[in-house]
Every structure is written in structure tokens, then in C-alpha cells.
């Protein structure tokens, strides 16, 4: 174990844990959730469906279907005491701050999750959460943005509900296109779930514990935010921004990229287990191309990254590198089209993580095996000090 640390888990795993849940094949560009592909899951699945495969294993026959988008429908609203919290946080509530802590504040409202009795007790525990991490987002959007809460309507189906709450007003029923429901269908798909990254793993972690899975989705989420994480889908953004507003160069933002006293990186660009095409990056700048055709809308971001991706897969320190566009390169220009605003593209991404957490949760609150994860470290301190009286210390 020189020069790396590895996690001994008791089992003579190091580093690593063993999942059922998402394969991922780094050289090749391979994802599959369950074995199933992405590219046929993100062609032919809505978010539900895919949720339910991630969470349960497999893919849901009609009633199945049915009772899981029944239980979502049930579970959208928060208990109304919960509403007031919004309130506290006024219009400088950061929306990952928010939805961390009342993502954990859920236990409050719900006997079961902290000892789940049986696999109902997890089921309407993973629904729970699977819904009202949408209502949480939504409130949190309207409350920054001085609006009234929008309550969910039992009458809508996932994704369409979830727009309701973030764009519709006491004076305006907002109706989605399908392009913007399918859309956002797929880019919740695309983050269903990426085996252990840093944010799932910070999930496993906590479960390890026996803590309960709400508890568990609210590390996660903060885990997620960072900008080298799930927070790159703004920083994307602002990066394309900059480029775009104060006319640079591709070419020389990409020198300045190389050269590290800069310290910048090319957000979006390179992945920890990806040395290949991002599978989901390759889907979603299609989608993205689908969108703002239909839509006709022109993005001048999407020329921008364009240009920057051709630049990069052709410099030899990319290439050498084996840096590629990941997840996060081409999603913010689908959510830009949506209308999300930038604050909650992070956001975005963890309500399509939620399954994937839910599902990690399960695997280690189900292994009969499980102990608690205890990392161990390379020590590099002082060897052993003796205690001086404060008037003797330099
Ligand atoms: C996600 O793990 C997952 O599965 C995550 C995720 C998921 O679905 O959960 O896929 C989602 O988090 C995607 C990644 C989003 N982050 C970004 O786009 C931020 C920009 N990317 C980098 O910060 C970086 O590529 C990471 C964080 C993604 C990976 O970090 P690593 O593993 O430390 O990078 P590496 O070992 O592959 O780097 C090798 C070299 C280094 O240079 P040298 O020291 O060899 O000279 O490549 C350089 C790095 O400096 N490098 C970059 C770069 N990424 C790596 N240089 C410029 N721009 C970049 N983006």
C-alpha cells in the first residue's frame, strides 16, 4: 500500500467496494446500469423507469411501473410545517446548501426511514426522497427568486411536475413541449447513476454507519457540489461564458489551460475513470444539437464548446492525457434550453444522482456483511512530542 491508500473494508477489499448496481469500462466507454447499456437505456426508458432499474434491478412490468410513479405522485409534497423553512433561507439561499439540509430534515417527517422494518419500509423511503427532492429544488428556485411556492400536482407524471413547480406562477400554468420533457427525461437518465464516485461513495461511507438513507443522500449532495465534481456543470458554463463575452481565442484559453501556473483546467473536459469518450457525453452533445434544432434556439455557448472540443481532441496534451469531454462538457446547454437557471444545474444533476444514491444506500443497508468503512492512512506527522508549560513554547 506504498504511495496510495487503500480502504480495507474487513473483506480484503482495498479501495474499492463490490456492487451490483452500474458497470463502467474506463477504455472502452462502456456504462450499463443493471447490464443495460446507457445508450438503450437513455433511448428508450423515461427517468422513472430507468430509477426504478437502478434502484430495483430491473426493468418494471406495467404495474410495477404504475405503483412506483403512484408512490411518487403520493410523496410530492412536504409536510406543511416543512414549507416554512424555505422562509429562513429568503433569496440568498444557496440551492445545494438548501436541499442538503432539508434533504436531511426529511427524517423529521418519516417514523420508517430510520429503521426501515421491511423492503416496504425502503421502497416508500426511496420514493419519498425520488419525489420530494423535486419539490425541495423547485421551493428552493422560488424562494431565491422571490416567487410564490408552486405545491405539486398529484395529475402530473415525474418530470412534468417537477417543471410545473419551477416555472408555472399563481397567474400561469406552465405547459412543457415535449422536447423540453423528453430532454430533461434523458438528462436525468444520463445521471442515474456512475458507480463509485466521489459523491456515491461519500453515500456508501455514511451507510456504513447504519445511517439512514436520507441522511445518507444529504452527504451525497454535498459531496456533489464541488466544482471538480458535480459543480462543473456550472463551472462549464461560466467557463464558456468568459470565453464568449470577452471574445477569446479557443486556442489561447486552451494554452493558458496547459500551463499550470494558471491553474485553470478545461471544465468538463477529463474524467478519473474515463480515458475514453465520456458514453454520456457523447449522447448529450447529440441531444443538445436535437434540442436547439427543434427548439430553435441558438446557444452561442454551443459554438464556443464545439470549438474547444475540436481544439482539445487535437492537442497533443489532451491527447496525451486522454482527456475527454465527460458528463458535464455538454449537459448545462441542454439545461440552458430548459430554462434552469445556472444556480441549479448542480442541483439538476443530484435529482437525476438520487436512484443511484438510493440504490448504493440499499446495497449496503442490505449486506448482512457490511461493516462500517474505516479508511486507513499513511501517518506523516511528528513521531511523539512531550508536553511544555505555555511561557517555554517558541
Ligand atoms: C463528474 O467519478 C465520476 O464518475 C464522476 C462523474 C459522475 O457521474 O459521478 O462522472 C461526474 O464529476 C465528472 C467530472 C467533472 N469535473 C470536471 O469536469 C472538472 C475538470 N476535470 C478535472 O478536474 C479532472 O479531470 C477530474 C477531477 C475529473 C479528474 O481528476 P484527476 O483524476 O486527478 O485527473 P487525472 O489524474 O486524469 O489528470 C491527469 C493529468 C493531470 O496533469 P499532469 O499532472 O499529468 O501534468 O491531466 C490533467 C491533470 O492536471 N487534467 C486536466 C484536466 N483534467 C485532468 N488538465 C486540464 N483540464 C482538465 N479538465
Known amino acids: 500500500t506504498t504511495g496510495h491508500i487503500t480502504l480495507d473494508d474487513g473483506y480484503g477489499n482495498t479501495g ?19 447490464g443495460y447499456p446507457i445508450e438503450q ?37 412536504l409536510h406543511q410545517s416543512m414549507m416554512k423553512h424555505f422562509d429562513g433561507y429568503g433569496s440568498n439561499g444557496q ?19 430510520m429503521h426501515p ?74 445521471h442515474a447513476d456512475h458507480e463509485q464516485n466521489c459523491s456515491t461513495s461519500t453515500v456508501r461511507m455514511v451507510a456504513s454507519s447504519k445511517a439512514n438513507m436520507f441522511a445518507s443522500a444529504s452527504a451525497g449532495i454535498s459531496a456533489l457540489w464541488g466544482p471538480l465534481h458535480g459543480g462543473a456543470n456550472v463551472a462549464v458554463i461560466e467557463m464558456l461564458q468568459k470565453i464568449y463575452d470577452e471574445g477569446l481565442d479557443p486556442a489561447v484559453f486552451m494554452d493558458e489551460v496547459k500551463d499550470k501556473e494558471t491553474g485553470r483546467k478545461l471544465m468538463g473536459f477529463g474524467h478519473r475513470v474515463y480515458k475514453n469518450f465520456d458514453p454520456r457525453a457523447t449522447i448529450l ?28 481532441l487535437k492537442d497533443d496534451y489532451f491527447v496525451e492525457r486522454k482527456l475527454y469531454p465527460n458528463v458535464d462538457f455538454y449537459s448545462g446547454i441542454i439545461l440552458r434550453a430548459i430554462g434552469i437557471p445556472l ?30 468503512y474505516r479508511p486507513r492512512q499513511i501517518y506523516t506527522g511528528d513521531v511523539e512530542n512531550t508536553w511544555i508549560p505555555r511561557n517555554e513554547r517558541s
Not at 415535449?178 to 430533461?184: D, F, H, K, S, T
Open 117 to 190: 422494518a421491511d423492503e416496504s419500509d425502503v421502497f416508500n423511503a426511496a420514493a419519498t426522497l425520488m419525489s420530494k427532492v423535486r419539490t425541495i429544488a423547485a421551493a428552493s428556485h422560488k424562494t431565491t427568486i422571490g416567487e410564490p411556492i408552486v405545491y405539486p400536482r398529484p395529475d402530473l407524471k415525474y418530470v412534468e411536475n417537477f417543471l410545473h413547480m419551477m416555472f408555472s406562477t399563481p397567474y400561469h400554468d406552465y405547459e412543457p413541449t415535449p422536447e423540453v420533457v423528453r430532454a430533461l427525461n434523458m438528462f436525468l437518465v444520463l
Open 41 to 77: 437505456i437513455a433511448e428508450n426508458s423515461s427517468f422513472i423507469e430507468a430509477a426504478y432499474l437502478v434502484i430495483f434491478g430491473k426493468l418494471p412490468k406495467q404495474d410495477e411501473r404504475d405503483n412506483f410513479a403512484q408512490a411518487l405522485a403520493d410523496n410530492a409534497p
Open 343 to 372: 444556480d441549479m444545474f448542480t442541483v439538476m444533476f443530484a435529482i437525476g444522482r438520487m436512484p443511484g444514491w438510493i440504490a448504493n444506500w440499499k446495497e449496503v443497508h442490505e449486506d448482512p456483511k457490511s461493516r462500517i
Open 16 to 34: 474499492s467496494c463490490q456492487s451490483d448496481v452500474t458497470f463502467i469500462d474506463g477504455e472502452q466507454g462502456i456504462l450499463r446500469y443493471r
Open 285 to 312: 452533445k447529440g441531444a443538445a444539437f436535437d434540442m436547439l434544432e427543434k427548439m430553435n434556439i441558438d446557444d452561442p455557448l454551443l459554438d464556443v464548446a464545439l470549438k474547444l472540443e475540436e481544439v482539445a
Open 95 to 113: 440551492p445545494m446548501a438548501v436541499l442538503s439540509a432539508m434533504v436531511n430534515s426529511l427524517t423529521a417527517y418519516d417514523p420508517h426511514v
